[in-house]
């Protein structure tokens, strides 16, 4: 079963390679440097650049919470792969959004903190529609991996008996695999609406990153039309898994109820209460800022917003499954432990 774990996470993570391969960069490349009579060569990133000297505590706070983020997210996989009780799919899609969530992370948090110390805050033309392909492919991938692990829930509780036959590894892959198909392919195609329209004006984004709402105010053209597909996308990235996610539990609560025992019920109430917390965070940010025009578009408020989803959201998921979760913090305590007597038996 490690064999199967171990090949079926990495044939995973070639998937993933390959969803945002070259050709598909290339086909964004030139898109951007064909986007008809684009004048604007590189945008200013304002960020939080009005807060003054502020932003050296901000600087600090940030760079704190990106190590946790990066030390949380690299522990959950690596005992993850370490530990065999967690050898099962809950974990296996645990392993993989945490994977995703860093990739995450690291399109957006170094580029910010480096401004927040820059008085320079330029970022090319390119490169920001680079920024926001990998943005956004990895954030409709959590989205879509937030709904797997739903569905991997609802057949664990409601038919335990066929959940081995339900959810067996090479399943399990092709779901993560399609869950990186169908975030990227939503990215390519938001970043092609972006970025197609003519820029020949001002350059200055009013946000920490290359984010849609704020980047394709700056178009000199009409971009309802724009706007409205990406509208249409949104939705669609996010309310599908959602919904997917609520009739999920819908049918987990029925099954729950009718378990006659109060410790039954709690432990199966307890199995569910890590993701749908961060499902209830990860959904409601992201709902705030992208299901709404970019006409209603607020900078300030949705600077904050996007906090909490670029920052928070990754902290909280090794957090959440860390503290709530007591096979992790088991399988957590035994890799320690394996770390801390390993010299001593050499």
Not at 31 to 56: C, W
Request: charged share 10%; proline share 4%; aromatic share 12%.
């Amino acid at each position: 079963m490690v064999g199967e774990f171990m090949s079926t996470g990495s044939s995973c993570l070639q998937i993933i390679d390959c969803v945002t391969d070259y050709d598909a960069l290339v086909n964004l490349w030139n898109h951007v440097n064909q986007a008809n009579f684009s004048s604007v060569t590189e945008f200013l990133l304002l960020g939080f650049s009005s807060l003054g000297k502020i932003q050296l505590i901000l600087f600090a706070l940030f760079l704190c919470l990106y190590m946790l983020i990066l030390s949380g997210n690299i522990t959950i996989v690596t005992v993850i792969r370490q530990d065999r009780s967690l050898h099962i799919p809950m974990y296996f899609f645990l392993g993989v959004l945490s994977i995703s969530e860093t990739c995450y992370t690291l399109v957006i948090l170094p580029k910010m903190l480096i401004n927040l110390l820059s008085l320079l805050r330029t970022i090319s033309f390119t490169n920001c529609a680079i920024q926001m392909f990998f943005f956004l492919g990895f954030a409709v991938t959590n989205c879509m991996l937030l709904g797997v692990m739903g569905y991997d829930r609802y057949v664990a509780i409601c038919h335990p008996l066929r959940y081995p036959v339900l959810m067996r590894w090479q399943v399990c892959g092709l779901l993560a695999a399609a869950c990186a198909g169908a975030g990227f392919l939503f990215s390519l195609v938001g970043s092609l609406l972006v970025f197609e329209l003519p820029f020949c004006g001002p350059n200055k984004i009013n946000h920490y990153f290359c984010d849609i709402s704020p980047v394709i105010r700056l178009a000199c053209t009409d971009t309802s039309i724009n706007e409205l597909l990406i509208f249409i996308g949104g939705v669609l990235a996010l309310m599908a898994p959602l919904t997917f996610i609520c009739i999920s539990y819908g049918f987990i609560v029925r099954t729950i109820l009718r378990i006659p025992s109060a410790e039954g019920k709690r432990k199966a109430f307890s199995n569910c209460t890590s993701h749908l917390t961060v499902v209830i965070v990860h959904y409601g940010c992201a709902s705030f800022v992208y299901l709404r025009p970019s006409a209603k578009y607020s900078s300030s408020k949705d600077r904050l917003v996007t906090v909490t989803y670029t920052v928070v959201t990754p902290l909280l998921n090794p957090m959440v499954y860390s503290f709530r979760n007591k096979d992790v913090q088991v399988a957590i305590r035994k890799v320690l432990s394996r770390v801390r007597f390993y010299p001593k038996a050499l």
